[in-house]
């Protein structure tokens, strides 16, 4: 599943995704208002693993997908799906690098 927009495309995480997972959990100031302690490399690439993993779920109830500017195919962060079965609910979130 990719989601394009005019500027940016969403396209689920890959195991080659961890440059960008490290640099926005490994941010003290991005990650300021969320529950994530930091993250080091280790695990990092942990977190990446599960992300990669929850994409075979069935049914799919959490998405993570790389935030990509269009222009220049640069990573600059993530957003994440959650649906909630229970409630009928869905939660939309995101993490960008500071600049963007």
Known sequence: MIIETERLMLRPFTMDDFDIIYRLYSDE??????????????KAQKHLERIVSDLDEV???????AVILRETQQKIGR???????E????MLGWLLLQPY
């Open 29 to 42: 100031e991005i990650l300021r208002y969320m529950p994530n302690d930091i993250m080091d490399e280790e």
């Open 79 to 85: 957003a994440r799906f959650h649906m909630d079965g």
């Open 87 to 90: 409630t009928d609910t869905a």
């Open 59 to 65: 049914p799919l109830v959490s998405c993570e997908m």
